[in-house]
């Protein structure tokens, strides 16, 4: 089996996915636009071959390209995990005469407002929207939803580009901040705490899947710079508060006709015990949160998912034996890491409970913290309890500080 990846070493997630696929036996050939030489060392160990394409926005050329490719390369799959090549695989799978998903079975995953709409039919609760692609529209659609309301990108990931409007005050503040946005979608606002389901699928059924839970929620979280973000992956996965966003997941697999690969839903929890569907990507969660699948289970995900999509099952042993946690921290200042306090102090209380560090080092210059979830370094904690769990992870949000300057 020859698998062509496209974009091997990017995000930084990637070279994990690009090596469990060598793993499970497959012969990886790697697409994109950045050298060979370039890539992550994981990721060139597991390549067997690489197509570089001069730009992967060029969606014609490289079709083109790949074309005249593959019969040096014996092609049999396409795999892509990262969204903005999402519509180029299908491409290229449909150019090539290849199983997988079809470019009309992508588009509903990367245009939300089709997603919502595929989605309504099928009797599914989302919230209301409207598409916009002009100050007008957007305006127009403020008035027919009401507030409070959320705009974001139509084609977009994660919570970039988003944000939650109170009245025609804060509307009008956001419209030029959305100008580099082709078109948004302006939906209803829900209120209630957020969670994931994310899964992993093989001929329509669903071989593995998990449930985390955001501290805060996304928009708050990308609003205020002193919080550090939480991504909790839950261990209770049976509790009965999840029981109708999970259920609904389901449903949201059926309706969009999912067959095999990495989806990752984000819904809502409502006060009143009412789930309802926010988005999914085709596509694993990014931030980290694969490895604190990893983390909750003790089992390779990475491998798992190439598993899955190379042959057809999944064998890694699913034993939800922690809560796992991952705490991003931001650091106060700007300009590079002057100094880290409070790490010896965490690692006295709780060094068996937390698995993971990294961290900018003192010197390193501060990431921002508007562009990217992962901050300036994170920790990765677990616990049975979840109680516990929080208690940690809190800990780390407090008693952990970086300083810039």
Same mark, same amino acid.
């Given at each position: $089996?020859?698998?062509?990846?496209?974009?091997?070493?990017?995000?930084?997630? $990637?070279?994990?996915? @690009?090596?469990?696929?060598?793993?499970?036996?497959?012969?990886?050939?790697?697409?994109?636009?950045?050298?060979?030489?370039?890539?992550?060392?994981?990721?060139?160990?597991?390549?067997?071959?690489?197509?570089?394409?001069?730009?992967l926005?060029?969606?014609?050329?490289?079709?083109?390209?790949?074309?005249?490719?593959?019969?040096?390369?014996?092609? *049999?799959?396409?795999?892509?995990?990262?969204?903005?090549?999402?519509?180029?695989?299908?491409?290229?799978?449909?150019?090539?005469?290849?199983p997988?998903?079809?470019?009309?079975?992508?588009?509903?995953?990367?245009?939300?407002?089709?997603?919502?709409?595929?989605?309504?039919?099928?009797?599914?609760?989302?919230?209301?929207?409207?598409?916009?692609? =002009?100050?007008?529209?957007?305006?127009?659609?403020?008035e027919?939803?009401?507030?409070?309301?959320?705009?974001?990108?139509?084609?977009?990931?994660?919570?970039?580009? @988003?944000?939650?409007?109170?009245?025609?005050?804060d509307?009008?503040?956001?419209?030029?901040?959305?100008?580099?946005?082709?078109?948004?979608?302006?939906?209803?606002?829900?209120?209630?705490?957020?969670?994931?389901?994310?899964?992993?699928?093989?001929?329509?059924?669903?071989?593995?899947?998990?449930?985390?839970?955001?501290?805060?929620?996304?928009?708050?979280?990308?609003?205020?710079?002193?919080?550090?973000?939480? =991504?909790?992956?839950?261990? +209770?996965?049976?509790?009965?508060?999840?029981?109708?966003?999970?259920? $609904?997941?389901?449903?949201v697999?059926?309706?969009?006709?999912?067959? =095999?690969g990495?989806?990752? $839903?984000?819904?809502?929890?409502? &006060?009143?015990?009412?789930?309802?569907?926010?988005?999914?990507?085709?596509?694993?969660?990014?931030?980290? *949160?694969?490895?604190?699948? +990893?983390?909750?289970?003790?089992?390779?995900?990475?491998?798992?998912?190439?598993?899955?999509?190379?042959?057809?099952?999944?064998?890694?042993?699913?034993?939800?034996?922690? +809560?796992?946690?991952?705490?991003?921290?931001?650091?106060q200042?700007?300009?590079?890491?002057?100094?880290?306090?409070?790490?010896?102090?965490?690692?006295?209380?709780?060094?068996?409970?937390?698995? *993971?560090?990294?961290?900018?080092?003192?010197?390193?210059p501060?990431?921002?913290?508007?562009?990217?979830?992962?901050?300036?370094?994170?920790?990765?904690?677990?616990?049975?309890?979840?109680? @516990?769990?929080?208690?940690?992870? &809190?800990?780390?949000?407090?008693?952990?500080?970086?300083?810039?300057?």
């Amino acid at each position: $089996m020859s698998v062509l990846y496209l974009s091997p070493g990017f995000p930084g997630e $990637m070279p994990f996915f @690009t090596a469990g696929l060598a793993e499970v036996g497959a012969r990886v050939v790697g697409l994109g636009d950045q050298p060979a030489a370039a890539l992550p060392e994981r990721a060139r160990r597991a390549l067997s071959g690489y197509i570089q394409a001069p730009s992967l926005w060029d969606e014609d050329q490289v079709v083109e390209l790949v074309r005249r490719e593959a019969g040096r390369y014996g092609i *049999s799959q396409v795999e892509c995990l990262w969204e903005p090549g999402m519509i180029l695989a299908a491409q290229i799978r449909e150019a090539l005469g290849l199983p997988g998903m079809t470019v009309a079975e992508t588009l509903p995953f990367r245009d939300k407002t089709a997603m919502k709409e595929v989605l309504q039919r099928a009797g599914i609760r989302t919230p209301h929207h409207f598409r916009a692609a =002009t100050a007008g529209q957007v305006r127009e659609a403020a008035e027919r939803i009401g507030y409070p309301l959320i705009v974001k990108p139509v084609a977009g990931a994660g919570s970039a580009d @988003t944000y939650r409007l109170d009245g025609p005050e804060d509307l009008e503040r956001a419209l030029p901040r959305l100008r580099h946005v082709a078109e948004v979608s302006v939906e209803e606002f829900i209120d209630g705490e957020e969670f994931t389901f994310d899964t992993i699928c093989h001929g329509g059924e669903i071989a593995y899947f998990n449930v985390s839970w955001y501290r805060p929620r996304p928009l708050i979280a990308r609003t205020l710079e002193w919080v550090s973000p939480q =991504t909790v992956s839950l261990r +209770n996965v049976d509790a009965a508060h999840l029981r109708p966003g999970i259920r $609904m997941g389901v449903e949201v697999l059926r309706a969009l006709g999912y067959r =095999t690969g990495f989806t990752h $839903m984000e819904w809502f929890l409502k &006060d009143d015990g009412e789930a309802v569907f926010g988005e999914i990507g085709a596509r694993p969660p990014g931030a980290r *949160s694969v490895e604190i699948m +990893n983390y909750a289970c003790d089992i390779d995900v990475y491998r798992g998912w190439a598993e899955a999509v190379c042959h057809g099952r999944f064998s890694q042993p699913v034993r939800r034996r922690y +809560n796992a946690a991952i705490i991003f921290k931001r650091a106060q200042g700007e300009g590079r890491i002057q100094r880290i306090e409070g790490l010896e102090s965490l690692l006295a209380r709780f060094r068996p409970q937390i698995v *993971s560090i990294d961290l900018l080092p003192p010197g390193g210059p501060r990431r921002n913290w508007k562009q990217t979830l992962l901050s300036d370094g994170w920790l990765i904690v677990r616990h049975p309890d979840l109680e @516990t769990t929080m208690r940690i992870a &809190d800990a780390v949000g407090t008693d952990l500080q970086m300083y810039a300057g």
